[in-house]
């Protein structure tokens, strides 16, 4: 079964540093999505890509985060410059274009901002 | 899209039918009604999807009342890898648009021995 595969599993980072998490979405998926979930709080939207650019973003999707779809099958989060309250679950997802479909998501990239 | 209302935790006996129900009391005529599991921090699972039909797949049921106000994700006989948050998500549908899943706290389903 297809999936989506998301890396590093687990990240440790120093405030202040700059940060790229990793997600190589299903190939025939065209919408692609990062969540964030903070330990035990619920999954939140940030953003949402399609056709090389942002379609949507949450609040919480400040200037210090950027997405990227570099080379046709990678994509990326990028957080500029890392806060302690940066420290979370990020997952990736994708989803084809149609009626009945359901986005899949990756397992997740723990980030540790110390 | 329309906010939905779950319990917040639910237990059920391992072989037994786990009855998950979800409110979205608010729900327009071009809104699916998506679930989702979380076992432990891993990425959400997909569950099941509906319009207005009951559906059925390997893994649930799902049951929409007529009015489409409620429905109740089925696990016919839960086991006890089935001990997860359950998410109920209205979402429009758009053809070619996408759209996102907005997650509520879920229900927290404890399947025991």
């Known amino acids: 079964e297809p999936e989506v595969t998301q890396t590093p599993s687990h990240q440790v980072t120093q405030m202040g540093q700059e940060v790229i998490l990793r997600c190589v979405p299903i190939s025939n998926h065209l919408y692609f999505y990062w969540y964030r979930q903070i330990l035990g709080q619920k999954v939140e939207f940030l953003v949402s890509?399609?056709?090389?650019?942002?379609?949507?973003k949450s609040e919480i999707f400040d200037d210090q985060f950027s997405v990227e779809r570099p080379d046709g099958s990678n994509f990326t989060l990028k957080i500029r410059s890392t806060k302690l309250e940066d420290s979370a679950m990020y997952f990736c997802a994708s989803l084809r274009p149609g009626v009945r479909t359901e986005a899949f998501f990756g397992q997740g990239t723990r980030l540790t901002v110390v | 899209d329309a906010k939905t209302t779950q319990p917040p935790s639910m237990d059920c006996a391992e072989g037994r039918a786990a009855n998950l129900p979800c409110n979205h009391s608010?729900?327009?005529?071009?809104?699916?009604v998506y679930w989702y599991r979380q076992i432990h921090s891993q990425g959400p699972q997909y569950i099941i999807h509906g319009l207005k039909n009951n559906e059925t797949n390997e893994m649930a049921s799902l049951i929409i009342t007529e009015d489409r106000k409620s429905s109740t994700l089925i696990l016919p006989h839960a086991t006890l890898r089935d001990t997860a948050v359950y998410y109920c998500?209205?979402?429009?549908?758009?053809?070619?648009?996408?759209?996102?899943?907005?997650f509520g706290q879920g229900t927290e389903l404890s399947v025991k021995p």
């Open positions: 998500i209205v979402r429009v549908l758009i053809f070619d648009q996408g759209g996102k899943l907005i």
């Open positions: 890509f399609y056709n090389n650019e942002i379609s949507e």
């Open positions: 608010t729900i327009s005529g071009n809104e699916y």
